[in-house]
């Protein structure tokens, strides 16, 4: 069997501190969408050893190089999400949206089950998307808990991408790859994906 393309149309915006916040669902709600596309990145434990991290929505592995700075000038610019903890991540902001944070996932995912907006989860190139089964099952539970609808998809040629893709798949959650082409989803054992 051939893989499907999936075609699909939701919401996302070039301005990604706007599209993985809260005006970019109500911007998506308001334009009729009925998909959005979130970016999911791990924040790292607040201390070693510790599994407090968490699921937070943002684009960019390293925030600081994109617009985001941190007010007390603490983090340098070459700091991925996945190095620095909750805390470090929610003080960031935005110097062209000022009002913009990165949140945590399951805020996100209330606004969008509040809003009736379906959610395309992105799965960025953080270490834990790929190597933590513990990760995929708290994101599956959060979202059987909100009763939002949710698909992930990953792009496999940013490095481990499959591999974020079988973990959300055995962790329950519907996922499919992107940029790819319908011999590598096949081989795979995806029935559709997104070129």
Known sequence: MRPRVLRRRFFHAKDYALNDDLPGVRLA???GYRWIDLNIHVTAPSKPGRTDWRVVVTHWRFP???GWRDPLGLLRADVPVDQ???EQVGRLRHRRRPSARIRPLSQVLRWCKRLGIAVELEAKDSPLLATSD??????RDLVREIGVRVEVKSIVGLGRGWERLARARRAGLTAFPIRTTAADA???GFDRYRP
């Open 64 to 66: 600081l190089q994109h």
């Open 29 to 31: 709600k308001r334009r």
């Open 84 to 86: 620095m903890t909750f």
């Open 134 to 139: 513990v990760a995929w099952a708290r994101i």
């Open 186 to 188: 096949r081989a795979h």
